[in-house]
């Protein structure tokens, strides 16, 4: 099989895998939006003063409800691997679909205890653990080549879909009824919305798939088992350099807003000059997802991970100068932006879709602890010092040793039929592995 990279890259978008996969896209961009690792998220801060009013809990007791569902998550994402390559996309997103509504569902019975909400949030992780990330960009990786990064940017904004949607929509459901119809509306979008979508649309005969089909066999798809990727330095290098940036990220994203309060702005400026991230994050998603479909991805990934260093810096010699700590938002946000989109495209292009869920699962895990250990520690780190003179040090070191590692990464391999990686001149290469029927048959239509 020839790849579809041996073509020079043009600056133009070339819109046939879209027209061939537009519904892919769609299916996928909801999908991530009502996954269990967006819809819980986003809809959280709108649920907690509901939930406070209702049960009497504090907000100190209510927070760790979402750490909770980070900390399981890890444990599920894994199952989840292995289930989508033992049964395939389709079966495995389907009943996760139909079991995360009965999760938001469960939640509607608590009665007071505190324990309930934790419970009910640990078990999300398991009810949704075949809608995370890792099955939307699977499904989109196999139906987009020439197009990848764009069309992995373009359904990973289904998170910047949920922030806009869901918060308003729940506040206005609860203040028409109660605490519960936040919940029956999180279980309301998977069951109506993506259920029949991935009914519908979610097929694995994708011009790439049919392409690396000879007659008469398996189709074959390039890259490595999981065990051969778990001894490939270069996916270590891959997963340090990501968790390095991500845990910074966090610790940026939740402290941005009180340590603005601290140097002075009023509520309204500080959340003004916070603003500008959302955008920033959007855009960046999309550019660099342009880019690295054109450009060596650890180069563009290089350039955008060192621009919330720079943020960083900026926040830490700036006090009230708005014009500069806007700025200093905008650079934080294009780096958030980037991640998960690097993240999703380097595992294919440097791994290949032989064994995709597994390996990107794998990774997500370590994602998911740096994401648990995130808050914790740099809470601790303003307890020590009352400041956040630590956070801004940190990120600053981290942003950027985590993008001089990616540079690392080398250049693009090609696959053998065993699935041992070679370097590949340049963006080229041939690439060829057998796919298991299970997952050619488990995502069909």
Known sequence: MSSQHDHK?????????????????????????????????????????????????????IQPAIAFLFAF????????GWMI????????????????????LLLTLMTGAIWQLYAGYALLAF??????????????NLWFERNRGLALAIILCGTGLAALVLPPSISWLISMTDWRAGFWVLAALPLLITLPLSVLWMRSDSPITQAAAAPGEAPRLPGMSLRQAALA????????????SVTSMIGMVTSTVPMLRDKGLSATDAALAFSVYGISLILG?????????????????????SLPALGCLIFAATDTHMTSLM????????????????????????????????IFSLHMGFIGLGATAAPLYFAYLYAQTGS????????????????????????????DLGGAAHPAPGRSGQEAHTLTGSEVSGASK
């Open 9 to 61: 890259p043009s600056l133009a978008i070339d819109l046939t895998e879209f027209r061939q996969g537009w519904r892919v896209l769609i299916l996928a961009l909801l999908g991530i939006g009502t996954s269990v690792g967006v819809a819980p998220l986003y809809s959280f801060g709108t649920l907690v003063l509901p939930l406070q009013e209702a049960f009497g809990w504090s907000r100190e007791q």
């Open 73 to 80: 998550s890890i444990i599920a994402v894994q199952i989840s």
């Open 85 to 104: 390559r033992r049964y395939g996309l389709r079966p495995v997103a389907i009943c996760s679909l139909v079991t995360l509504s009965v999760g938001f």
């Open 127 to 140: 009810a949704g653990m075949g809608t995370t990330v890792v099955t939307w960009t699977q499904l989109v």
């Open 233 to 244: 330095p270069r996916f270590w290098l891959c997963n340090l350099a990501l968790v390095l």
């Open 285 to 305: 998603r999309v550019v660099v997802g342009y880019l690295v479909d054109r450009i060596w991805a650890p180069g563009v990934a290089f350039v955008v991970l």
């Open 327 to 358: 700025l200093a938002s905008v650079l934080v946000g294009l780096g958030s932006g980037a991640e998960m989109d690097i993240a999703a495209f380097l595992m294919a292009r440097y791994f290949g879709m032989r064994d995709y869920s597994r």
């Open 388 to 415: 956040y003179a630590g956070l801004l040090t940190h990120g600053t070191v981290t942003f950027a040793l985590g993008a001089v590692l990616i540079l690392a990464m080398g250049r693009y391999p090609k696959f």
